[in-house]
């Protein structure tokens, strides 16, 4: 290979040279410029080399492969330029700086100074950070708060969302974090007052209370010390929150006003949790039904009258026209339910069979103790064969006297009888 057929592989080092090449043309006139000089070099002898242009400034030449080159150069070798290194230029410049005649690099955008051509830029001395938002600004356009003074934080609460400013005389801090600010309006959402006067807990939890008639939940703000829970779902499952006063209301609510809040309640959860990812919500069975009624307002019913209560219901709802998706979804959950409610029917019909077995024993050991009174007045309520507990009805009057002092008499009637005995609260 001849030294006319090796292309010579070079770098321009442009950095110091004033009138940086815009187009090829331009490179290859200043290339034809260097030329001459660079023809008398040897590469080996040092592969970098700056050409002094007067006031033009210096141009470096870089060797990229000098161990390659021929030796000497020719007016046949022939040169390629593989890259060229070009002076740094600050093309995101401050709108502040370059108005008074200065050129800063800007990191951030600031909208208000957007000319309709491009996105104004603003360098670290003149950005403004509002707390609640990475967003930046310049001085000139520093958000202000609705009253015109000078924004001090952006609300992020639900409302604003961070799209609105305030000043401190219309910012609250947040109890625990003060760097997270919210306006009057998005704190009083976000963190509601207690409906209790005295109480200064946020009232995160909305009461539940709601009919199917009327599904717009109460919705009174309730902190968790006053928060009541209705447990109708179980032990294991959140209960419908209540305010004090709808709590109050449920000794005096009739059975049917009660099973309709269940429903109207569980057709609210089910609506809320139609995705996958979340936990199917049901109506309580009945043997649960059972107890809320008498733990609630002392009212002692059968499972076929718990069930006539469910019947009932879906017999109005099904003679209401026209319906709507909680209408639809209510009749939806009761249909689900008349599996369980047979179930619970079938199973009690059983149990109180074998847990009538065990109450008869415990008035026959009632009267062997000569406590005639008790034995007359004691009545049977369910039997648990899982858990083996007995439930049973006392006369208030005669409770103390039924489970005796510190419990000793009842625990001696479970050892006579063979089961737990646990007297109903109705």
Request: with cysteine.
């Amino acid at each position: 290979m001849t030294g006319q057929d090796v292309v010579v592989p070079v770098t321009l080092d442009l950095r110091e040279f004033r009138h940086v090449p815009r187009s090829a043309d331009e490179c290859v006139a200043l290339w034809e410029r260097l030329e001459p000089v660079v023809l008398s070099l040897d590469p080996r002898a040092g592969p970098r080399v700056r050409f002094d242009l007067g006031d033009e400034g210096e141009v470096g030449v870089w060797f990229l492969d000098p161990a390659t080159a021929p030796q000497p150069f020719g007016i046949g070798t022939r040169f390629a330029i593989r890259g060229v290194l070009e002076p740094s230029e600050i093309r995101r410049v401050c709108t502040v700086c370059r108005a008074a005649g200065t050129t800063t690099y800007a990191p951030y955008t600031c909208a208000g100074c957007d000319d309709g051509r491009r996105v104004g830029r603003v360098c670290e001395a003149h950005a403004v950070f509002l707390d609640g938002s990475l967003r930046a600004s310049c001085t000139g356009h520093a958000p202000a708060c609705p009253c015109g003074r000078r924004a001090a934080a952006w609300c992020s609460g639900p409302d604003c969302r961070t799209r609105k400013a305030w000043c401190e005389t219309h910012l609250r801090r947040h109890p625990g974090d003060p760097a997270v600010a919210h306006c009057e309006g998005c704190y009083a959402e976000r963190f509601p007052a207690c409906e209790h006067e005295s109480c200064t807990g946020s009232g995160y939890i909305r009461c539940e209370y709601r009919t199917l008639s009327a599904m717009k939940p109460c919705g009174r703000r309730i902190c968790i010390e006053h928060a009541r829970r209705w447990q109708v779902y179980g032990s294991h499952s959140r209960g419908l929150a209540l305010c004090t006063r709808h709590h109050q209301q449920l000794p005096s609510t009739s059975p049917e006003a009660l099973i309709d809040m269940i429903l109207a309640g569980t057709v609210a959860r089910s609506s809320r949790g139609r995705s996958a990812t979340r936990r199917r919500v049901s109506l309580p069975r009945i043997s649960i039904v059972r107890h809320i009624l008498i733990n609630t307002r002392r009212t002692v019913l059968d499972m076929e009258a718990v069930d006539g209560l469910f019947t009932a219901l879906e017999t109005h709802l099904r003679g209401r026209t026209p319906r709507d998706t909680n209408l639809s979804t209510a009749l939806d959950l009761l249909t689900g339910h008349r599996a369980s409610r047979r179930e619970d029917i079938e199973r009690f019909r059983q149990q109180h069979l074998e847990g009538h077995g065990h109450y008869h024993r415990l008035v026959q050991e009632l009267h062997r103790r000569d406590r005639h009174e008790l034995a007359e007045a004691v009545t049977f309520s369910d039997y648990r064969p899982r858990s083996g507990i007995l439930f049973v009805h006392v006369p208030a009057r005669l409770q103390g006297l039924f489970r005796g002092k510190g419990g000793s008499f009842v625990r001696q009637l479970e050892h006579t009888v063979g089961v737990r005995i646990q007297v109903e609260r109705g």
